[in-house]
């Protein structure tokens, strides 16, 4: 299987856990020790190394409540992979929906890098 595919197939596992609740479980499947992750390509020194991420995650796990989710597409080249995800969802009892892109780089079939692209 080449780089591309085991990425791909990664990512679909990655967001199949996201949708059926698993967050938490795939973050760390799928997240190296050194992840750095960012919202809008804002750097942040908080969110470097999974420990610190896993803090962020499991803070949206425990105040978000979701109403729906659909993805597509999912796309992947080498180590970059990307998806495009809608959600419903309501945290901290404020109801939302969201559309982003998230973009993946990948090292060894752990995430390395992520950034997530959204609006207002």
């Known amino acids: 299987m080449s780089t591309t595919e085991t990425n791909h197939a990664n990512l ?15 973050f760390e499947t799928y997240y190296a020790d050194d992840v750095v992750m960012s919202e809008n390509g804002a750097e942040d020194p908080a969110r470097v190394g999974k420990d610190a991420n896993r803090g962020y995650e499991q803070y949206f796990v425990d105040n978000a409540e979701w109403h729906g989710m659909k993805v597509g597409p999912v796309i992947a080249d080498g180590d970059n992979t990307g998806y495009r ?36």
Request: charged content about 25%; aromatic content about 14%.
């Open 12 to 26: 679909t596992a990655l967001l199949e856990g996201i949708s059926t609740g698993r967050l938490m479980e795939v």
């Open 85 to 120: 995800c809608w959600m419903d969802l309501s945290f901290q009892g404020q109801r939302m929906q969201r559309d982003q892109w998230a973009h993946q780089e990948w090292k060894n079939g752990k995430i390395v890098k992520e950034t997530f692209y959204y609006g207002g």
